[in-house]
C-alpha cells in the first residue's frame, strides 16, 4: 500500500466499518465519489476483504473462550486437520504455528461441558491429541488492523 489518501481510507473504515462516505470524504479531503471510487478499488484488489459485526459473546451465549493446541497422533498421517474440522462452528480460527503443536484454535462455547464435548470432537475427528488453555479474562481482541503509515520499500 503506498499511497497515503488509500492508507487514510483504509485507517478509517477500519475504526468505523460503517463511516459513511460522507465521513470518509470530509476526513481524506477528497469527494465522495472519489472515496467511493477508491474504496471500490481497495474492495476489487481485496485489500477490503469484507465487512462484518462483532458481537458480545456473553450477549450471545458463549462466554468461555479456550486456545487448543493440537497435535496428531501419527506426525505421518495426511496434514488435513484444518479442512477436518471446519464443520464444528465453535471453532472461530485455526492457526498453523511453530513449535510442538500443529495448530492452534481458539474456540467460544456456552460452558465447561461445552467445552470439553468440543475437544472430544476434535480428538475424534481429526485424530488428534490436544492441549486446552481456558481464557479466565480477555483485556481486548479484535484490535484493527491498521496500514502501516509508510510506504514498505
Known sequence: MDD???RQILAEITRDGRATL??????VGLSV???QSRLRKLETRGVVTGYRALLDPEQ????LSAF???TPLDPAQPDIAPEQLQH????EACHSIAGDASY???VRVASPRALEDLVRDIRTAASVNTRTTVVL????ENRPVLPDAAPAH
Do not use: R
Request: proline residues 3%; negative net charge.
Open 4 to 6: 497515503a489518501v488509500d
Open 104 to 106: 492452534m484454535l481458539f
Open 33 to 35: 465519489s472519489a472515496v
Open 60 to 63: 450471545v451465549g458463549t462466554p
Open 68 to 70: 487448543i493446541e493440537i
Open 22 to 27: 460522507a465521513h470518509l470524504s470530509d476526513a
Open 88 to 91: 464444528l462452528s465453535a471453532i
Open 137 to 140: 479474562q480477555t483485556y481486548y
